[in-house]
């Protein structure tokens, strides 16, 4: 009777791991914007899950993953990715790297020379998997196929680790 017991509870014990482990959101399976462990980001002042904060103030947020970064203005959203795989594009006049920071202003999508480095842009804020910030005419949504941005007539981008896409 004890040898029953004992293996029901190992039973019991190896089931709640494996569902841990493989349940999303609980520490199991990588999203695709990342593969790279997370960083720790502070929670506060972050939208909840599929709300749309608007704001007319600057507002800098991280995906979990902790591997793009982006900051929004009035003026439009610069992102940071830290980790890709896609090729790097190439950027008219620009003798430094490029493929990490990409912008959308009125002028449009497109990356930028990278001769002063990555921008460091702090401790940021999470911005959860299907959240989505709005500052001026600018939306992003954070999702775990990357992020998302986008002006108010729709023109933006789709970062994430393996590629980019413009939109629309």
Do not use: K
């Not at 954070?142 to 992020?147: F, K, P």
């Not at 729709?154 to 590629?163: I, K, N, S």
């Amino acid at each position: 009777m004890r040898a029953f017991l004992l293996v029901d509870v190992v039973l019991v014990v190896l089931l709640v791991v494996v569902l841990a482990v493989t349940l999303p959101g609980r520490g199991g399976g990588a999203a695709d914007d990342d593969r790279a462990p997370a960083t720790a980001t502070s929670a506060t002042a972050s939208p909840t899950s599929g709300s749309a904060g608007r704001s007319e103030r600057p507002v800098t947020f991280a995906l979990p993953s902790g591997n793009i970064t982006c900051e929004m203005s009035p003026s439009g959203v610069v992102c940071t990715i830290g980790s890709f795989t896609y090729a790097a594009p190439q950027v008219t006049g620009c003798d430094a790297g490029a493929g990490h920071v990409v912008r959308l202003d009125a002028d449009g999508f497109a990356f930028q020379c990278e001769d002063d480095g990555v921008p460091d842009l702090g401790t940021p804020v999470e911005l959860a998997y299907g959240a989505t910030q709005s500052v001026g005419g600018y939306t992003c949504s954070s999702g775990t196929d990357g992020v998302t941005c986008t002006d108010a007539a729709g023109v933006g981008f789709r970062l994430a680790r393996a590629q980019w896409v413009t939109l629309p």
